[in-house]
């Protein structure tokens, strides 16, 4: 028997989805596909299986709404920072029309939304990178909200939960990004050596600076199956030494063989699963 | 070529990674009195594209460490053209904690194309290497001086920057990612580099009105010298400080370095 199958999985309870969330796979359509088989189903038939294709088992990409609602127990969430919005500290072309569009397609300020919340009823500080506006990106709205997260968490002594969904540091930013690398890993450092939980959750694609800052650093690391986590992307990694990256390279599966991740969990499974780490840790803390 | 030369960005690039300019070979042999080389990470391998070890600056103990470039094809193909790999930035965790622990300042001299994106690295926790070298260098508890020397790429360079006090070389760069890289992602197409130099703001003049650099070095034998005495000066003022208290201060100059350019 493998150790995970002693204790018996429970399905998580099925979230009920609220009506004024906004869409996942974007644009509000009934009918979405698939991006691996392109295979076509029903906005509720979706919904109902967690945002996992049932013909081929892909996940679909959440927006952080719908993460929120699966993870948290339902109306236990309380936003922090929403309306923080990045500048243009560079007067980079297009950048300032790119983020309102963005904005209005995506109901958010910026890609990052976070706040306090309930998992299994035990309080955390909880955050959502939303590849669906801007691949993720960390610019500096992003780093400013992930650093007051941390310390929220570490004042209000909260476990912090962070799912990751990212490109990297954001390109329109410039060094600005960058320097938000050493902002998120130095405030979850901080949070974690006074004595702070933190759970990284890494989805698909986790990669480049955001990889290689905060999202890294969890006392525990886990990721959905299959997400490819890496610090550079594939193509560039076979530009370099020349020849095609085996089949599964730099997925989740990948790394927890390589010892990078605790344990990768179904989507489906999250929030108990979660709920079972915190309730360990709660107890361990009072004991 | 004379420091008065203005060059365009994109002519800084090209600067930036001459093979000619001085590396971590002559820094360390010019400004330090001695110097140990200490190798390895103690987990798998040493990694030659970082060197660290102990030094003498005018008779102070100091550890050093720094991004090493070849100044042919043999030696860069021995230094990986001086991008690191993860044993690279654990050597350099290992060295910057002994360094905490007997209280030695950290200088780190930083000129890479960024880390290494090879099948290695990826398999050996590149991510988890850089994320733990920049969180280790933000909570010492000695001065960290960075010296940005040459190229100063991606995280592969921030993996070593995270500084009381970061400076560049007049004609070193320091970005997101190589140009190239930064055209390519943009426009899918890495020749529109030289644009991509203008746009991204990566010349030491650039990065010190921004407020994200503290200092510009001049080139040549003069900026060495100056290099010399802005490190005494520095490491003067810095150990003024109690061990907690320079922690802190660096904790709160990364928390609030991009000048609060989000809005609320
Ligand atoms: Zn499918």
């Known amino acids: 028997m493998k150790l995970d199958e002693i204790f018996h999985k429970k399905k998580s309870r099925l979230s009920t989805l609220k009506s004024r969330r906004i869409a996942t796979g974007a644009n509000h359509k009934r009918i979405l596909e698939c991006s691996q088989c392109a295979a076509q189903a029903e906005r509720e038939e979706l919904e109902q299986n967690h945002w996992i294709c049932k013909n081929c088992g892909a996940y679909f990409a959440l927006d952080a709404q719908t993460r929120i609602e699966m993870v948290c ?25 790119k983020l309102k569009n963005l904005r209005k397609k995506n109901k958010t300020m910026d890609a990052f939304t976070c706040g306090i919340a309930k998992i299994e009823g035990i309080a955390v500080a909880i955050g959502v990178l939303d590849s669906h506006f801007l691949m993720g990106s960390m610019g500096t709205a992003v780093g400013e909200k992930i650093a007051r997260l941390a310390e929220k968490a570490g004042k209000k002594n909260l476990p912090l939960v962070i799912f990751s969904a990212s490109g990297g540091a954001r390109m329109q930013e410039g060094l600005f990004s960058l320097m938000q690398m050493s902002k ?50 594939p193509r560039v990694i076979e530009q370099t030494i020349g020849r095609k990256l085996p089949e599964g390279f730099q997925r989740a599966e990948f790394l927890l063989e390589h010892g990078m991740i605790d344990d990768i969990v179904k989507r489906e499974e999250i929030r108990t699963y979660l709920g079972r780490i915190l309730k360990m840790y709660r107890k361990g803390k009072q004991s | 070529m004379s420091t008065k030369t203005i060059l365009s960005p994109y002519e800084t690039v090209q600067e930036a990674r001459n093979p000619k300019r ?96 090879g099948l290695e690295a990826e398999s050996n926790g590149q991510s988890n290497a850089i994320a733990q070298s920049i969180a280790c260098m933000s909570a010492l508890k000695v001065p960290v001086i960075s010296i940005i020397t040459g190229e100063g790429n991606s995280g592969g360079a921030l993996a070593i920057a995270t500084a009381d006090c970061v400076w560049m070389l007049e004609h070193a760069i320091y970005a997101i990612l190589s140009p190239e890289g930064f055209a390519s992602i943009m426009w899918k197409d890495a020749s529109r580099a030289p644009e991509a130099c203008e746009i991204m703001k990566i010349t030491a003049k650039e990065l010190k009105e921004f407020g ?37 201060n660096r904790y709160e100059k990364f928390r609030n370095l991009d000048g609060r350019c989000w809005s609320l």
């Not at chain 1, 339902?74 to 243009?88: I, K, L």
């Not at chain 1, 959750?201 to 890496?230: K, Q, R």
């Not at chain 2, 991008?83 to 290992?94: A, L």
Request: aromatic content about 10%; glycine content about 12%; charged content about 25%.
């Open chain 1, 73 to 97: 127990d339902e109306g236990s969430f309380h936003e922090m920072n929403r309306m923080m919005a990045t500048g243009n500290p560079l007067a980079f072309p297009d950048y300032e029309k």
């Open chain 1, 184 to 233: 998120t890993a130095a405030a979850i450092h901080r949070f974690r050596e006074d004595g702070g939980l933190f759970v990284s959750f890494l989805t698909h694609p986790t990669t480049g600076g955001v990889s290689a800052s905060y999202a890294s650093l969890g006392d525990i690391m886990l990721a959905e199956p299959d997400a490819l986590i890496g610090f550079a992307g």
């Open chain 2, 22 to 117: 001085n590396g971590i070979a002559e820094y360390i042999g010019e400004l330090f009195d001695d110097f140990v080389e200490l190798h390895g990470d103690r987990l798998f391998r040493d990694d030659p594209s970082l060197v660290g070890g102990m030094a003498s600056f005018h008779g102070k103990t100091v550890m050093v460490i720094g991004h090493r470039k070849g100044k042919n094809t043999k030696e860069n193909i021995e230094y990986n053209f001086g991008m690191t790999s993860p044993e690279g930035y654990r050597k350099g965790i290992r060295l910057m904690k002994m360094a905490e622990k007997f209280g030695w300042p950290v200088i780190t001299f930083v000129d890479t194309p960024g880390a290494y994106p």
């Open chain 2, 212 to 248: 994200l650099i503290d200092d510009i070095i001049p080139e040549g034998d003069k900026g060495m010298k100056q290099l010399d005495a802005m490190i005494g000066k520095a490491l003067k003022r810095l150990e003024k400080n109690t061990p907690e208290q320079l922690a802190l």
